[in-house]
């Protein structure tokens, strides 16, 4: 089973940033946060992960709360191909699978 | 950079006929995992192999199997299919087993079982 919780969907206007949080509240210290993102019937798109610090690349940001518990995926500015499930997954380095949960739908409005 | 393929796009078999599914990793990528993808019970992970040796498995019955090649092309195979295996099967390579590293997904094989 996914060890994380994700509020079903949300709505975003175009242009604007969008916050996407996740609760795992019982990630162990060797787990990794992920964040991938699925746009209507193509494959998964990984986007970010991190452990512990925040983490930044072209496509978002990711802010994991000190305690770990839970994290935030920002996309700064919010297009209308940004319309997707994005997915939050905690994941050991080594020898695991992704486990995906059933993630958070975005729509990004016009 | 070519990204994973997979092959065919859309499949429809009938009940009891046997499928195979292929997947080529990107160049380099020596690990290769597959998922399952329904309506019902979402991305559900099947397998994964690394230098043709599964390593892990999820939780599906015998009828589905895989396969790895020296070339890190993957397949896998769908014995007796079942209405209940109607899924979009992705695979996903990444370049090595393990650790931190990113997946990269292909576009998936859509079969449809009547």
């Known amino acids: 089973d996914a060890k994380t919780t994700q509020p079903t969907s949300m709505d975003c206007a175009e242009g604007r940033a969008a916050n996407l949080p996740c609760n795992h509240s019982t990630i162990s210290g060797n787990e990794y946060v992920y964040w991938y993102r699925q746009i209507h019937s193509q494959g998964p798109q990984y986007i970010i992960h991190?452990?512990?610090n925040n983490e930044t690349n072209e496509m978002a940001s990711l802010i994991i709360t000190e305690d770990r518990k839970s994290s935030t995926l920002i996309l700064p500015h919010a297009t209308l191909r940004d319309t997707a499930v994005y997915y939050c997954i905690v994941r050991v380095s080594g020898n695991t699978p992704l486990v995906f949960g059933k993630g958070t739908r975005l729509s990004v409005i016009a | 950079k070519a990204g994973v393929t997979q092959t065919p796009r859309y499949l429809i078999k009938t009940r009891g006929q046997q499928v195979t599914l292929s997947c080529s990793p990107i160049s380099g990528h020596r690990s290769v995992s597959w998922y399952q993808q329904t309506p019902g019970q979402g991305l559900q992970f099947l397998f994964e192999?690394?230098?043709?040796?599964?390593?892990n498995k999820g939780n599906f019955p015998g009828r589905f199997s895989g396969r790895q090649f020296s070339n890190s092309r993957s397949e896998m195979n769908v014995s007796t299919l079942e209405l209940g295996d109607s899924a979009l099967y992705l695979c996903?390579?990444?370049?090595?087993?393990?650790?931190?590293?990113?997946?990269?997904f292909g576009p998936g094989t859509r079969l449809t079982v009547l």
């Open positions: 192999y690394f230098s043709e040796t599964q390593r």
């Open positions: 996903a390579s990444s370049l090595v087993a393990g650790g931190v590293n990113e997946q990269f």
């Open positions: 991190g452990l512990k």
